[in-house]
């Protein structure tokens, strides 16, 4: 049989591309399952709808086959994982953001990478997977103390009230971070202090003097060969430290260690570019790192001699580390450091990536410690092509944006606008078109005119699906219900996240079309049956889509289940595919639009405001 025909007969076609030997195997494996599993596998498509079991069975075992092909490939994928450091006992998934310098409040750049964290918690966590998420502020270091002094405040008064608009913006961009670290927590300085002393003891760290080039606000070393017209490569300010004493640490003996590590474990520096970068770096040659400082007074003491205090990076990076407990003392269960660590992502900016996949592993290897097993480093939002910063006055305000367009269309813009790992140019207008384009125009239009129809014509009840599925409703339902496969690894694995946005849109606008062809509306005339069954596969195909649109709209997301009557223990991506299918004759909530077209308010007013825009948003927002 051509594979046209096969098509056309209903059959997956994924089946025909593996070879023959293995169709066999599969046949002989769907012959032998019993009629038992058949009459289940029809009800993966309309549960509890025994009665269209004969009519439909064709295609619903088709999609069943298909599933177990599914359930296989996912538990391989799922225990097999690049382990840099692997912890046998591990059983987390640990994803983390940089912690913040608290020197003035948070802008775009810092929600964008707790916000890429928050959807890949979200995703994980209804992937099944018992995940802790951490975030936090960054509060030693001179940057910090001169920030204080500026304000004329002691540097802990101003760190407590900085660090609380890190913590109000989490509130308020609804980030399920599991803890909020603070580096002048006292267990945390306890816990640096306690890495101190085990790289001490293994000989990595060794007292001698510092002079050269520094930058308060990189709070980085360069050296004269970095510099650019007298500014670090960054553009930041340089000064010169006189010879000073300062503790060392024997970063250059591990050169050779950190380029096998990067060798072996081809994943751990993402994106690629990126790992070519630092890879170059290194093999250019590693320095001796000063790790303490004695101008200044703001940071954790070195242990036995505190006229240092220790180099803001390394008391930075241990938050990973204190987190989870370390140094916990040993228990029968298993501690968070053993459930965690090693973190499966750090995802940080690109500006940071040198401290965390050079200092990073090197100081964990040197304790001996198992490395994180990957680091993402994502791209710089521009504003105008311009670097965002005060001085030049084109902060944006992560607060303002959620306030003039609400939450979800803030998350969706920000997620889907730019592919992850590029930089992007934040305008009003990109935001305006996106945001309409895609979630007013295609998936709020899909869901709405939909259950509207529902609830004209269909008593406000889930459809019957009473005649037998066409090939436009299998492929409509396989695309749905095959999202979960396409999109896991590209979160979980890639962390390409506008490619998993774009794949759930891809579905979406292959639904307006199909329900433009069927068009019920011209079957509710000729042929009632078909049209609940298109409408029964618009609004199963939509749930699918729902349930994993969640991590990136939450709220919206929540609503569309609302309004399809989804409950909420079925709201895990364990529950995408047929197993539970909508039910047919569950009464439906009366519709109402999730996604109100959002308006730049910086373009010319020519008419009133939506005022359900207004009402949209404060739904969305924080309480
Ligand atoms: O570096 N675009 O803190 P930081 C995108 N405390 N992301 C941006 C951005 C922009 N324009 N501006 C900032 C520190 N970010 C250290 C980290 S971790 C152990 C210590 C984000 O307050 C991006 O994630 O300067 C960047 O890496 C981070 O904020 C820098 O934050």
Redesign the pocket.
Known sequence: MHVRRRQQLGYPTTFWSFPSFFRVIVVVMYASSTSALRRKSAAFVFPGARGYIPRLRSHSSLLFNERRFFSTSVSAAATVKDSPGSNSKKTGYYVTT????VNDKP?I??A??TLACDVIARFMRLDGRDVFFLTGT?EHGQKVEQSAAKAGKSPQTFVDEVSQNFRSLAKIMEFTNDKFIRTTQADHKAAVQALWKQLEAAGHIYLGAYEGWYSVRDEAYYTESELVDGKAPTGAEVVWVVKEPSYFFKLSAWQEPLLEFYAAHPNFIAPESRRNEVISFVKGGLKDLSISRTTFKWGVPVPEDDDHVMYVWMD??T?YISALGYPEAKGSSPTPYQRFWPADLHV??K??LRFHAVYWPAFLMAAGLAPPRRIFA?G??TKDRQK?SKSLGNVIDPVRLVEQFGLDPTRYFLMSEVPFGNDGDFSNDAFVRRVNNQLANELGNLFQRSLAFIAKNCEGQVPEPTSALTEADVAMLRSARGLLETVRPLVRDEQALHRYSEALNRVVNEGNPYFDEQAPWTLRKTDKDRMATVLYVTVEALRSVALLYQPLIPASASKLLDLLAVPSERRMFADVGADAALTPGTPLPKPEGVFPRVEDPDAPKDGAASPAKQKQHKKTKAP
Request: charged content about 10%; proline content about 5%.
């Open positions: 940089p912690i913040y310098y802008h750049g810092h964008y990478t960054d930075a990076l938050n940080v900016g500006d940071i994502h710089w939002w965002i």
